[in-house]
C-alpha cells in the first residue's frame, strides 16, 4: 500500500505545541508513513491540491480569514476525496463548527476541525485515514478509539451540568482573543458573576433546586448574549462571559472610536448585563414553589482590555475585585472597574 499524504496550510509554530514545531511533525508523520507537503501561500496550496492525491487537507482558519469557504470550495473541486481539517484557534471554534455543517455540491466543505495549538501526535492522528481495508482488526479499533478520543477532548471543554464552557476554555480562549485585541487594538470585556445567597437555595431546598438555579442562569445568559460572545461556568455558582469583536463582522467608524483604549466599557456588555439581571429577575423555579419567582441576584464585576489589564491574569484580578466590591455594597449589583459609581445600573 502506498504511503498516504497530507497537505498541511499555514504556519507550522503557529499550530503544534512541540518545541522544536517543523522537526517535529517531521519525525511524526515519517514514523507514521504520512508524508506532509507544507504550503502557507494559500493560491499555492490550491494549485498543489489539484495535482496531487492527498489523504488530507488541514487549513489555518488564520491563512485565509476572510475567504475561508471560498478557499474550501477550491480545495473540494481540486481534491475531492480528500479529508478537509480545519485548524482553528479557540476564538474560531464558532466559525469552524458553521464550516463543518455547511455543504457545497452536496458535500461538506470541512470534514473536522481541532483546536490549536494542538501536539504533531494529535495532528498525524486526526489525518490518518479510517477504516482502510488493508487494516486488521486492531488498527481500526484504534482509528475508532482515536475519533473517540477527538470527541472526549471536545467534551472536556464544557460543564456537564449547564453545558456551557468550562474554566479551562474559558481560560484559554481569553488568553488568545486578548492577544489577538493587542494586536488588531480591539476590545475584549470580561464579566464575572455569580448567583446571591447560592448557598442559602441548596441548604433550603437542596442541590436539585441548586441545579435548576444553574442551569436557569445559564439558559438565560446565553439567551441575553450575541451569538459569539463566550458563556462558560467557572465554577460552582460563578460564571464568566467574554465579550469580544466578531472577527467576520466590520466596525463602524463611529464603533470603532467608541472602542478605543480611551473609551469607557462597550456599551453592548453593559447593556446584555443590565438585560441579564431583568431577566433573571423574572425566573420561575419551580422547585422552589409559588415564593420561586423572582427571587433569584446576581452580583458581578466588569474589567476590559486594554484599558483595565494587559493580560489574562490581570483582567480576571480586576473583574474578580469589581465583583467583591458589588458584594461588599449590598449585592444584586455588577461593578464597573475604575468607575467611582460604579453600579450599571446607574451607567447608561
Not at 512541540?18 to 517531521?26: E, F, I, K, V
Not at 486488521?136 to 475519533?147: C, E, M, P
Not at 475604575?338 to 451607567?347: C, K, M, N, P, T
Amino acid at each position: 500500500m502506498g504511503a498516504h499524504k497530507i497537505l498541511l496550510i499555514g504556519d507550522v509554530n503557529s499550530i503544534f505545541l512541540d518545541a522544536d514545531a517543523p522537526a517535529a511533525l517531521l519525525r511524526e508523520t515519517k514514523q507514521r508513513g504520512l508524508p506532509c507537503e507544507i504550503r502557507t501561500d494559500m493560491p499555492d496550496a490550491i494549485e498543489l491540491a489539484g495535482r496531487n492525491n492527498f489523504s488530507a487537507i488541514a487549513v489555518m482558519m488564520s491563512a485565509a480569514p476572510a475567504k475561508l469557504a471560498s478557499v474550501l470550495k477550491s480545495l473540494r473541486q481540486a481534491n475531492c476525496n480528500a479529508k478537509i481539517i480545519l485548524l482553528a484557534q479557540v476564538y474560531e471554534e464558532p466559525a469552524a463548527m458553521e464550516m463543518v455543517s455547511s455543504a457545497y455540491n452536496g458535500t461538506t466543505l470541512a470534514d473536522d476541525y481541532l483546536i490549536c495549538p494542538v501536539q504533531t501526535s494529535k495532528f498525524c492522528e486526526a489525518v490518518s485515514p479510517a477504516g482502510d481495508k488493508s487494516k486488521g482488526r486492531l488498527d481500526t479499533f484504534a482509528d475508532s478509539a482515536s475519533v473517540r478520543v477527538m470527541q472526549l477532548e471536545k467534551l472536556a471543554t464544557e460543564d456537564e451540568l449547564t453545558g456551557l464552557k468550562n474554566r479551562r476554555y474559558i481560560w484559554e480562549f481569553s488568553k488568545q482573543i486578548i492577544a489577538r485585541a493587542g494586536s488588531e487594538n480591539k476590545r475584549v470585556t470580561l464579566l464575572i458573576f455569580d448567583i446571591d445567597n447560592f448557598k442559602h437555595y441548596n441548604d433550603v431546598y437542596g442541590h436539585s433546586a441548586g441545579d435548576e438555579i444553574l442551569k436557569e442562569a445559564a439558559v438565560l445568559m446565553r439567551r441575553c448574549c450575541r451569538a459569539h460572545d463566550v458563556v462558560g461556568r467557572i465554577g460552582g455558582d460563578e460564571f464568566a462571559v467574554v465579550f469580544w469583536d466578531d472577527p467576520r463582522r466590520e466596525l463602524s467608524k463611529e464603533e470603532a472610536e467608541r472602542r478605543s483604549e480611551m473609551a469607557d466599557h462597550p456599551k453592548e456588555a453593559i447593556f446584555i448585563a443590565k438585560r441579564f439581571r431583568k431577566e433573571l429577575g423574572k425566573a420561575k423555579l419551580h422547585l422552589l414553589g409559588p415564593e420561586g419567582k423572582g427571587v433569584l441576584a446576581i452580583s458581578g464585576g466588569l474589567a476590559s482590555f486594554p484599558r483595565d489589564g494587559s493580560n489574562i491574569d490581570e483582567l480576571f484580578n480586576q473583574a474578580d475585585k469589581a465583583l467583591l466590591e458589588a458584594k461588599r455594597s449590598g449585592k444584586n449589583k455588577i461593578y464597573l472597574v475604575g468607575e467611582a459609581q460604579g453600579d450599571i445600573a446607574d451607567v447608561e
